[in-house]
């Protein structure tokens, strides 16, 4: 297939996956976070039984909790429609993360396409239990001082660290001078 020439003459055919650029780069990390994610889901729920828990430290636990709802639980009684809603937002959010990612074209942008495959990889994650099951699979349980923190899972610790590098990117970005033409 024979691309079109931009104003500089190079072929702008866009090409999905290319050895050194763009979404290419950065989908294996989507892809071991999901690995990563349902690995660990499937030894806690075949090992773990539902509400028991495996104190690794005073402060840590591995509790098997199935989560209907969204993070904190929230929705969690909520009849059913929020399992649909939230694969449909999930696939629809995935989409969108796979073409910023495609757009992505210079390495001073590594930060941004971190943040962007993490979240991406552990959206798919938890959408691959909703799907199969209904609920995602969370087991990383926090406490300190008789205060439990939500229980969580190796995807959403991929979007939480995903949001936090787009933070710092758009902070990055933000703190850039404008460059100005010079004539």
């Given amino acids: 297939?024979?691309?079109?020439?931009?104003?500089?003459?190079?072929?702008?055919?866009?090409?999905?996956?290319?050895?050194?650029r763009g979404a290419s780069n950065w989908l294996w990390l989507s892809v071991f976070v999901i690995l990563l994610d349902q690995a660990t889901k499937v030894l806690v729920a075949g090992?773990?039984?539902?509400?028991?828990?495996?104190?690794?430290?005073?402060?840590?636990?591995?509790?098997?909790?199935?989560?209907?709802?969204?993070?904190?639980?929230?929705?969690?009684?909520a009849g059913g429609w929020q399992r649909w809603f939230f694969i449909a937002l999930a696939l629809g959010v995935s989409v969108m993360l796979?073409?910023?990612?495609?757009?992505?074209?210079?390495?001073?942008?590594?930060?941004?396409?971190?943040?962007?495959?993490?979240?991406?990889?552990?959206?798919l994650g938890n959408v691959i239990d909703r799907v199969w099951f209904g609920y995602v699979v969370d087991f990383i349980h926090f406490h300190?001082?008789?205060?439990?923190?939500?229980?969580?899972?190796?995807?959403?610790?991929?979007?939480?660290?995903?949001?936090?590098?787009?933070?710092?990117?758009a902070f990055r970005e933000g703190g850039k001078k404008p460059q100005q033409n010079q004539s």
């Fill in 1 to 20: 297939m024979q691309g079109t020439n931009d104003r500089n003459g190079a072929d702008a055919t866009k090409v999905w996956f290319t050895p050194t």
């Fill in 144 to 169: 300190w001082n008789g205060r439990y923190f939500p229980a969580f899972n190796v995807a959403d610790s991929a979007i939480t660290i995903g949001a936090v590098c787009l933070l710092i990117d």
């Fill in 98 to 123: 796979m073409i910023w990612l495609r757009r992505i074209r210079t390495p001073e942008q590594t930060v941004l396409a971190l943040g962007l495959s993490l979240v991406l990889g552990g959206a």
């Fill in 47 to 77: 090992t773990v039984q539902l509400y028991d828990r495996i104190v690794l430290l005073p402060f840590l636990d591995i509790t098997h909790l199935q989560n209907r709802g969204a993070a904190f639980s929230i929705l969690h009684d």
